[in-house]
């Protein structure tokens, strides 16, 4: 599959590059503008379909219709205007074409090895392609860039959207895309400390996370281990998933410590139970060696799960 994507690559490169040679500078230089007003165009019709029809699928399709429309404009109103200067076929003419068409080339392919790389069959291959490395290390230059302009560009990253559906990836679906950097400061739910972006990092193959670093108390997550992160991820306070799970940690950027939020949510307000708050990591983990149970490596144990069991062994809890 590897060597599919160097092939992929080399073919939309070789044809850009002969297309705008044949064409001459003169339809190279309107191809820029082509391409240029297509995406445009394009993301421009995704995020009003998307906010109007609620679909990922109508966005995509808006995204294509109007993309095509563009580039297909703009050759047939050359071709109406019988538009062709002969400055373009010179040999310097055609020698910039095949510079532009190389870049050309070069865009479609980084618009395409990301998508092709999310499907089953790619994910496999887009990693150890040798053509494909460059786009891949590029791409969270695409999510700064969203984020700088807050564009409400179609991310191909999918997550769960419930915190309780983590690491389940039969669970994972397309999210609205969140301006990350927004969310710098945001209140760590382990020391209440303000948390600072560390930026987009690619974890592996396609996959683009987020980080954020507690300076404080050292905490990592993509957002979920902060009280506003939480919130704009899940629509959900961690008060409230806490109380029902147990302590929480990042799937994304596992810290090895699940906490319990700790203090009022600066969000909604609200705050731990008296009884919930005496049910720290400790005394859980105090409880299991005591009654023989063993951790798994990794692992967020849910208050639900010890009530079980200590209902099996037939122990009063602690509570």
Request: charged residues 20%; glycine residues 10%.
């Amino acid at each position: 599959m590897a060597l599919f994507f160097d092939a992929f690559i080399l073919l939309f490169v070789g044809l850009g590059i002969f297309a705008e040679v044949r064409r001459g500078l003169f339809f190279a230089l309107f191809d820029i503008v082509r391409v240029i007003g297509g995406i445009g165009a394009g993301f421009g019709a995704y995020s009003l379909c998307h906010r109007l029809f609620h679909s990922y699928t109508a966005g995509f399709i808006g995204f294509g219709i109007a993309a095509l429309a563009v580039v297909m404009l703009v050759p047939a109103i050359l071709w109406w205007l019988k538009a062709n200067p002969a400055w373009g076929m010179t040999t310097f003419g055609r020698a910039a074409a095949g510079i532009i068409g190389l870049g050309i080339g070069l865009l479609i392919a980084a618009v395409f090895v990301p998508v092709l790389g999310r499907t089953r069959a790619g994910q496999a291959g887009v990693s150890h392609s040798i053509l494909a490395r460059p786009f891949l290390e590029t791409m969270p230059a695409l999510y700064y860039a969203a984020d700088a302009f807050n564009l409400d560009l179609p991310m191909l990253n999918t997550r769960a959207i419930r915190f309780e559906d983590e690491g389940r990836a039969e669970r994972a679906a397309l999210v609205d895309r969140i301006n990350y950097s927004r969310l710098d400061g945001s209140t760590c739910i382990e020391c209440r400390a303000a948390v600072k972006f560390a930026g987009y990092h690619r974890r592996f193959e396609v996959a683009v996370s987020p980080e954020f670093v507690c300076p404080n108390c050292g905490r990592r997550s993509d957002g979920c281990q902060t009280f506003e992160g939480f919130h704009r991820m899940y629509g959900r306070c961690p008060v409230d998933v806490s109380d029902a799970l147990g302590p929480i940690d990042c799937g994304v950027w596992p810290n090895d410590r699940p906490v319990y939020p700790r203090g009022s949510c600066p969000v909604d307000g609200k705050v731990l139970g008296p009884q919930i708050r005496h049910r720290t990591t400790e005394h859980i983990e105090n409880w299991r060696v005591r009654s023989g149970l063993r951790p798994s490596p990794n692992s967020v144990l849910s208050v639900a799960s010890v009530v079980n069991s200590i209902s099996v062994l037939g122990l009063r809890p602690w509570y």
